[in-house]
T-cell receptor
């Protein structure tokens, strides 16, 4: 299995530009998570999808952030317009099943730098 | 609310030294507990987990025991290697949401 795939791995953009991060979960997994990692705030859950439906988006910072999951094999996290404080590593994770026992598998992350 | 507190780093050790990283949690009910490891430039990987009191999770020489009475899940390894250099995260969950500690950076020198 290829694991969780994220693209791009690195993104450098200028303030005000739109940024789209992509994630392909592990085949057969029905839960998908987007996390943000920064030195100041650590790992934060941004949004959680189950069976392609957003269940909890309380961690999404503000309206500039949006996430979609049009099908079971693809999700996007979009930032529009981007700001320097959005610079972070963004991780996607997927999980099969819904019990806490099920492991979340993380992708390699997208390192975003907004200038 | 739910939270995880883990020992602040960075921690620097020599090869074959004993490693312990303290982790305590606050949660309602009986959460499942996890240790994740993040190697440089990579995503998080599950290292071990425990789902009920007195359970011991173990993997790659690492161990942690779920202590309900002290709400702790300390990570230990008896003899570390250079390849164990990474950031270690303690986490818990009662449902779908993982709550992570701040992470502890461990560097093992040859």
């Amino acid at each position: 299995d290829a694991g969780v795939i994220q693209s791009p791995r690195h993104e450098v953009t200028e303030m005000g530009q739109e940024v789209t991060l992509r994630c392909k979960p592990i085949s057969g997994h029905n839960s998908l998570f987007w996390y943000r990692q920064t030195m100041m705030r650590g790992l934060e859950l941004l949004i959680y999808f189950n069976n392609n439906v957003p269940i909890d988006d309380s961690g999404m910072p503000e309206d500039r952030f949006s996430a979609k999951m049009p099908n079971a094999s693809f999700s996007t996290l979009k930032i529009q317009p981007s700001e320097p404080r959005d610079s972070a590593v963004y991780f996607c994770a997927s999980r099969g099943g819904t019990t806490p026992l099920q492991t979340q598998y993380f992708g390699p992350g997208t390192r975003l730098l907004v200038l | 609310g739910n939270s995880v507190t883990q020992m602040e780093g960075p921690v620097t050790l020599s090869e074959e030294a004993f490693l312990t990283i303290n982790c305590t949690y606050t949660a309602t009910g009986y959460p499942s507990l996890f240790w994740y490891v993040q190697y440089p430039g990579e995503g998080l990987q599950l290292l071990l987990k425990a789902t009920k009191a007195d359970d011991k999770g173990s993997n790659k020489g690492f161990e942690a025991t779920y202590r309900k009475e002290t709400t702790s899940f300390h990570l230990e390894k008896g003899s570390v290697q250079v390849s164990d250099s990474a950031v270690y995260f303690c986490a818990h969950t009662n449902d779908y949401k993982l709550s992570f500690g701040a992470g502890t950076t461990v560097t093992v020198r040859a």
